[in-house]
Every structure is written in structure tokens, then in C-alpha cells.
């Protein structure tokens, strides 16, 4: 049976840091509140004017199929999780393409909020096993601080700007992409939004006067929902695949809230040590976090390791994954890790 295999992480951090003592600069808030609320201490800003989500994009996608030696013109497809694209078209996956030369590559944007990435590996996993397309370069870039009110201290503490990005080819092994639990409910909309720009509120003095190009949180009821929503579908896709706690080497959560993170791993039965945790370093980078926990922890994996990535977000849209990972340490070259494998 062929499964998408994840094969390679390639990432992008700005380098410029916005910590929380320079929240206590901007808004009334302390260090403490900020670190016992969401377990953030800073988060990467892409200051530049003229840089945006899709040359984080372009940076974490040539990294990845560097490490993996391959180039534009091996990619087929390109998918981009965003909810903070360029401009509404064309997709950023379009200027992805162009930037790496990938010639015989179709792309689009996958808008899924903070469960973009998981979404997404669930699609790019369907284009592989269909037999159609070998190779899938999935995307998570946000900048999240181009729609961060920084007058705002209920949420412009939470968020940062990054990118992710995984390489994903066929595999026959067994190891690769297993299974996904995914779920939207458009009830809890409104709790979590950008009500400007779009359509409905198309942009004019009045949507800008009343803020309506930020983010728009209504925390508690958003916490609510995912502290269990997300908990439960951690649980469903371990449930609907047979495995126990023992059996899962590391749970990848969407790095939204340490609370959150911690009450799904207490439910998953998994001890800290087992549950990647970047959020302290980079705050909530939507798309991008997940990927960004596979780059920390590449070194760390091992083949045939079972992990399990859940995610959260607007819409509400959450899901869960459950991977077989290919290989041991960092992604190695194809030519290299054939040779590796015949040795033993
Ligand atoms: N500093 C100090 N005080 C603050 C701050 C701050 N930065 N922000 C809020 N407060 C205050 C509030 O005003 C409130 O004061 P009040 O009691 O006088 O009204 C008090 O702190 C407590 O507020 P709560 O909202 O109850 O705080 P809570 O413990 O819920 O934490 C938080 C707030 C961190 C936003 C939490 O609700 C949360 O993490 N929610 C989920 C966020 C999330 O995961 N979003 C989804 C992903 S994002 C995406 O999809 C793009």
C-alpha cells in the first residue's frame, strides 16, 4: 500500500524577537500574565514592509527540499496553508512556484486557520495515494502580525510570525500519513475572525476606523471550545487506530495555549516529555506551528515512530493525524538515504 511520507522540514524564523517585557512597554500586561496564561515568553516578528507570508513560504520550501536534494522542478504540487496570504489573489502557492523554478507544479491555498497544516496533510495525502502526484510540498506561513492589533493586549500577546514547510512523497513501507479525524463546525465562527476586507465588509474608511482588518478573539469561548474539542479528537484518531499512550513516541499539538496543549496530553495520557512544546519561543504562529515542532524535534524522531498532530482553530475547524514517521534524524538526500538503507 502507497502512503505520503513525510520526507523532509524545512522552516523560517524572523530574527527579530518581541518578548514580553516589551508587551509591558505596549499594553497593560506583565510578564507573568502572559507566561502563566499561555506559556508564551516571545514571539519572531517579520518587521520588513515589503516581505510578507510568502517569502517566509518561499525560505521554509527551499530549506526542506534542499535537505532532501531535490529542486523547483521535481515538485508537483504546492499547497500553502495562509490566513494571512500576500493578497487575495493570486494564491501565494503561485509565487511560491515561480521563486523555486517548480515547472511542472500546479498549487492553491488552503485557508483552515490553525488547523491549515493538518488539513493539509490530509489533502496532500490523498493527491499521493491517488497515484497522480509523487511529490507535495505543504506550506504553513503566517504573518500574523500584519493582522495583529497591537493596541489589543487580549490578543496581540499570543501571536507570531513563521513559516513550515514538509516535503511528502509516496511510500510503501507503511510508514507515512495513516489516518486523520478532521472536523468544521461554522457555529463558533464569529468567536474568532477577520470581519474586514473580505466580500462581505470590502474595505473603506469605516471598516479600518472600526479595526475590522485584526483579528477579532473571543478568547474564553474559544478556549472553551478547544480545550475539549481538541483534546477529544487527540483521543478519537489514537482510539480509531488501536494505539495506547505507550505506543505514541510524541503528540505534535497546534501551539496555541500551554493550558490547552497540557489538558490534551493529560487526556492522551502522555507525560511532557513526550509532547513537542516550542510555544514558550514562538507564540502562536498559526499554520506554521506544527511544522515548526517537526523541525525542533527531526533530530529527535526515529523510524516507525508513531506520532500524533492535532491542531485547532477559526471556523471552528480542528483535526487530528496520526503518522508512522520514515526516517531517523534529519532528512537526508534521496541518493543518500537509498545508499544508507542498502548498507542496513
Ligand atoms: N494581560 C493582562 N491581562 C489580560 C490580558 C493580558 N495580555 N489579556 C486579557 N487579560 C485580562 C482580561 O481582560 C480579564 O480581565 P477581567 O477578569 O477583569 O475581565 C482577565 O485577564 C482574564 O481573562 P480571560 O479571557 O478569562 O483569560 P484566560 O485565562 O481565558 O486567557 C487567553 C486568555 C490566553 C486568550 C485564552 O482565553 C486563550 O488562550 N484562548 C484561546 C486562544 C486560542 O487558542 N485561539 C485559537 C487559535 S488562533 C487561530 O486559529 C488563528
Request: contains cysteine.
Amino acid at each position: 500500500m502507497i502512503r505520503a511520507a513525510i520526507t523532509s522540514v524545512g522552516h523560517f524564523l524572523p530574527e527579530e524577537r518581541l518578548t514580553n517585557a516589551d508587551f509591558e512597554q505596549m499594553v497593560d500586561t506583565t510578564d507573568e500574565w502572559i507566561r502563566s496564561r499561555t506559556g508564551i515568553r516571545e514571539r519572531r516578528i517579520l518587521r520588513d514592509k515589503d516581505k510578507a507570508t510568502t517569502y517566509m513560504a518561499i525560505k521554509a520550501a527551499k530549506e526542506a527540499l534542499k535537505k532532501r536534494g531535490m529542486s523547483g522542478p521535481d515538485v508537483d504540487v504546492i499547497i500553502v496553508a495562509t490566513v494571512t496570504p500576500d493578497m487575495f489573489f493570486p494564491a501565494n502557492a503561485c509565487q511560491v512556484q515561480a521563486a523555486l523554478g517548480a515547472t511542472k507544479a500546479w498549487g492553491f491555498d488552503l485557508s483552515a486557520a490553525c488547523s491549515g497544516f493538518v488539513f493539509g496533510l490530509s489533502t496532500a495525502a490523498c493527491l499521493i495515494e491517488s497515484g497522480r502526484y509523487r511529490n507535495v510540498l505543504l506550506i504553513g506561513s503566517d504573518k500574523m502580525s500584519s493582522i495583529t492589533d497591537y493596541t489589543d493586549r487580549e490578543t496581540c500577546v499570543l501571536f507570531g510570525d513563521a513559516a513550515g514547510a514538509v516535503l511528502l512523497e509516496p511510500n510503501a513501507d507503511g510508514n507515512g500519513i495513516v489516518d486523520s479525524v478532521l472536523r468544521t463546525k461554522g457555529e463558533g465562527w464569529e468567536a474568532l475572525c477577520m470581519l474586514g476586507g473580505g466580500s462581505l465588509n470590502p474595505p473603506t474608511h469605516q471598516t479600518v476606523d472600526r479595526k475590522m482588518h485584526y483579528i477579532h478573539q473571543d478568547g474564553r469561548t474559544v478556549f472553551r471550545f478547544a480545550v475539549n474539542a481538541f483534546a477529544d479528537i487527540a483521543a478519537e484518531v489514537m482510539q480509531r487506530n488501536g494505539l495506547t499512550s505507550d505506543d505514541v513516541r510524541f503528540f505534535v499539538p497546534h501551539q496555541a495555549n500551554q493550558r490547552i496543549i497540557d489538558a490534551a496530553a493529560r487526556r492522551m495520557g502522555l507525560a511532557s516529555d513526550r509532547v513537542m512544546i516550542n510555544i514558550s519561543r514562538y507564540g502562536n504562529t498559526t499554520a506554521a506551528t506544527i511544522p515548526l515542532c517537526l523541525y525542533d524535534w527531526e533530530h529527535a524522531l526515529r523510524k516507525d515512530d508513531n506520532i500524533v498532530l492535532a491542531a485547532f482553530g477559526g471556523g471552528y475547524t480542528w483535526g487530528a493525524t496520526y503518522v508512522r514517521w520514515a526516517y531517523t534524524g534529519v532528512a537526508q538526500p534521496r541518493a543518500t538515504a537509498r545508499a544508507m538503507e542498502a548498507v542496513g
